[in-house]
């Protein structure tokens, strides 16, 4: 039997003369090749020893979930730029916070912001971290982690996690008496405010995936309602892989590409999320040819580009 390796997408064009997708259908033996290439990154890149430098390493430096959560909020919420800029922001922010990221947020009081003063990342201040930091205070003498606080939010019955996402971080924002500052709504940009959230997507995949580098502390959300967390590495390489057509990513497309994934693996959509960056994050794929490519499990994709 020949095998099938065509990825069919099926395009209308409207009056306007833009081309807007109205099908994609993976037939099975495209979505067995898929699951073979993401199982086999997933094994290669799926490790506790291989997640630096991605953030996700600050939440193993501590070893109590409360800790845990708060380190992974805060790195997660300092996760742009540049790789190193990212990792040097969020070790100085903790260095400053102290042995205890749970402790620190609980006791913060205004006074407190001494220790902020000076924290740049980019277009951060220590001032919008010291506001961040009062809003986690306030769900945690609420509720008592910022998990319990998201579960008010939360609805199983929901397609995805993004109205849970969207309602905690209006609801944050809300909290914030006075001015609320643009570097502050930055930090908890939510699907609301019209972006991908990739930054928030990615601490609800360490938060709720449980494996070897998803910490899974939080239990009581179910992992498939996830979405992925689209930065310019996922967008261009699900793009690569027919996933999606646009150049440039939105919620939509973050949505679009979650249900490609959820074809191949339906009851966990993120999980090959940490593994597939690695080939844009660690092997520097830029989506083109180069020295290298031949070593790249994505090489039997792409030599079908009509690009390539």
């Given at each position: 039997m020949p095998v099938c390796k065509t990825l069919f997408i099926n395009?209308?064009?409207?009056?306007?003369?833009?081309?807007?997708?109205?099908?994609?259908?993976?037939?099975d033996t495209k979505q067995s090749e898929l699951k073979t290439i993401?199982?086999?990154?997933?094994?290669?890149?799926?490790?506790?020893?291989?997640?630096?430098?991605?953030?996700?390493?600050?939440?193993?430096?501590?070893?109590?979930?409360?800790?845990?959560?708060?380190?992974?909020?805060?790195?997660?919420?300092?996760?742009y730029g540049r790789v190193e800029q990212i990792e040097n922001s969020v070790q100085n922010l903790l260095s400053r916070i102290g042995k205890s990221p749970y402790g620190f947020?609980?006791?913060?009081?205004?006074?407190?912001?001494?220790?902020?003063?000076?924290?740049k990342h980019r277009f951060n201040t220590g001032d919008d971290i010291a506001d961040l930091i009062l809003l986690l205070q306030k769900i945690i003498i609420e509720s008592g982690?910022?998990?319990?606080?998201?579960?008010?939010?939360?609805?199983?019955?929901?397609?995805?996690?993004?109205?849970?996402?969207?309602?905690?971080?209006?609801?944050?924002?809300?909290?914030?008496?006075?001015?609320?500052?643009?570097?502050?709504?930055?930090?908890?940009?939510?699907?609301?405010?019209?972006?991908?959230a990739k930054r928030l997507n990615m601490f609800l995949r360490w938060m709720v995936r449980k494996d070897d580098v998803d910490a899974g502390l939080w239990r009581s959300i179910d992992k498939s309602k996830l979405i992925i967390p689209v930065d310019v590495h996922i967008g261009r390489l699900t793009r690569i892989l027919g996933f999606h057509t646009h150049k440039n990513v939105s919620l939509k497309t973050a949505v679009e590409i979650t249900r490609r994934f959820a074809e191949i693996e339906p009851a966990d959509p993120v999980r090959y999320d940490f593994a597939l960056s690695r080939i844009g994050i660690v092997e520097n794929c830029t989506g083109r040819k180069r020295n290298g490519c031949e070593y790249c499990e994505l090489l039997g994709v792409c030599k079908r580009r009509t690009d390539w």
């Open positions: 395009f209308a064009v409207p009056a306007d003369g833009k081309i807007m997708e109205m099908t994609h259908t993976i037939t993401f199982h086999g990154l997933y094994e290669k890149y799926n490790h506790r020893e291989l997640i630096k430098p991605d953030p996700l390493q600050f939440v193993y430096e501590y070893s109590k979930p409360a800790d845990m959560e708060i380190a992974g909020f805060l790195a997660a919420s300092l996760a947020v609980l006791n913060f009081k205004n006074k407190d912001s001494v220790k902020l003063a000076g924290f982690s910022i998990e319990k606080y998201f579960l008010k939010f939360y609805d199983d019955g929901d397609e995805n996690i993004i109205p849970a996402l969207s309602s905690f971080c209006e609801t944050l924002l809300n909290m914030k008496k006075g001015v609320v500052s643009q570097g502050l709504k930055f930090l908890l940009a939510g699907p609301n405010l019209g972006g991908v």
